[in-house]
Each structure stands twice: as C-alpha cells, then as structure tokens.
C-alpha cells in the first residue's frame, strides 16, 4: 500500500508490505526498481515504463 501526502511542498511515500510477500532482498529490490522509474520521471515526463515478465521454476 501506498500512501503519498504533500506538506509544505514536500512529497513523503511509506511503502508497507507484508514479510509473506516478499522477503528483505525483495523489498531492496522493489525500491531500486521504484527509484529508478522516478528517476527516469524526473528527467522525462514521458518515460514509459517497459515492463518484462519472466516466468521462474
């Protein structure tokens, strides 16, 4: 669950996800990915996302 506020002009995210999920490694992976599409935002509103999906054993 997301939960994205504005105070004072400052944008604040808090990321809760359940450890049944996904362990640690997964969640550092997920914010890697997240800040990586930001970042690509920051510098191209137009950037889209290019999802791949894998199917594991």
Known sequence: MFLIKTDN???KMCLIINHMVCD?????EY????AD??????NDIDYKIQLIVTQEA
């Not at 640690?24 to 550092?28: F, M, R, S």
């Open 9 to 11: 002009g400052c944008d």
């Open 24 to 28: 640690g490694a997964g969640l550092k």
């Open 31 to 34: 914010l890697y990915l997240l």
């Open 37 to 42: 599409i930001y970042a690509h935002l920051e």
